[in-house]
T-cell receptor, first 112, second 114 residues
Framework: ETGVTQTPRHLVMGMTNKKSLKCEQHLGHNAMYWYKQSAKKPLELMFVYNFKEQTENNSVPSRFSPECPNSSHLFLHLHTLQPEDSALYLC???????????FGQGTRLTVV | ELKVEQNPLFLSMQEGKNYTIYCNYSTTSDRLYWYRQDPGKSLESLFVLLSNGAVKQEGRLMASLDTKARLSTLHITAAVHDLSATYFCAVRRDSGGGADGLTFGKGTHLIIQP
């Protein structure tokens, strides 16, 4: 248990659905991240938030929409996804000035 | 663009043997991470290496960092079956913003056979 909690753990959605992934941490960290892990590519950084402000968008398609209402919560809103978006989505958090980055358990997303 | 290359990508070895996983990265970075991932699970932090010549050990795993060569190694001593997993190295991307994501290698899928 790393202190970073993701829900749901598994999600199956149709291409026309809208769903959201949630991540929360109560570690006092100021930075939160979304990563995508698919079968055919290395772990990819998607978004970075620092003190709830987005500091990096790694050329992610607009069908993925992140939201960070505060430093403890991070969402990833999904709409009109494609089957190739099926992957494990990992959330992570860190505290500026310290080296550790902690990952959540991930949400296994399947788009049908 | 920061690139991280691991080798080998797949390794099958016998219990009791020693082996090394290599991680090369393309640009200067001050943080090198090693993670373990079991099937269907998230990433477990193993080591964070912060300086040239850093060496850290935990049980049968030892990691080292040579920042001049941009090379890190993960050495496995007298392997046991429980170490079977996928091992990732990752390098911090210095965006200068104080919150920096990681660039990962493709991972080394390690199978240790009795």
């Amino acid at each position: 248990e790393t202190g970073v909690t993701q829900t749901p753990r598994h999600l199956v959605m149709g291409m026309t659905n809208k769903k959201s992934l949630k991540c929360e941490q109560h570690l006092g960290h100021n930075a939160m991240y979304w990563y995508k892990q698919s079968a055919k590519k290395p772990l990819e950084l998607m978004f970075v938030y620092n003190f709830k402000e987005q500091t990096e968008n790694n050329s992610v398609p607009s069908r993925f929409s992140p939201e960070c209402p505060n430093s403890s919560h991070l969402f990833l809103h999904l709409h009109t996804l494609q089957p190739e978006d099926s992957a494990l989505y990992l959330c992570a958090s860190s505290l500026s000035g310290t080296p550790e980055a902690f990952f959540g358990q991930g949400t296994r997303l399947t788009v049908v | 663009e920061l690139k991280v290359e691991q080798n080998p990508l797949f390794l099958s070895m016998q219990e009791g043997k020693n082996y090394t996983i290599y991680c090369n990265y393309s640009t200067t970075s001050d943080r090198l991470y090693w993670y373990r991932q079991d099937p269907g699970k998230s990433l477990e932090s193993l080591f964070v290496l912060l300086s040239n010549g850093a060496v850290k050990q935990e049980g049968r795993l030892m990691a080292s960092l040579d920042t001049k060569a941009r090379l890190s190694t993960l050495h496995i001593t007298a392997a046991v079956h429980d170490l079977s997993a996928t091992y990732f190295c990752a390098v911090r991307r210095d965006s200068g913003g104080g919150a920096d994501g990681l660039t990962f290698g493709k991972g080394t899928h390690l199978i240790i056979q009795p």
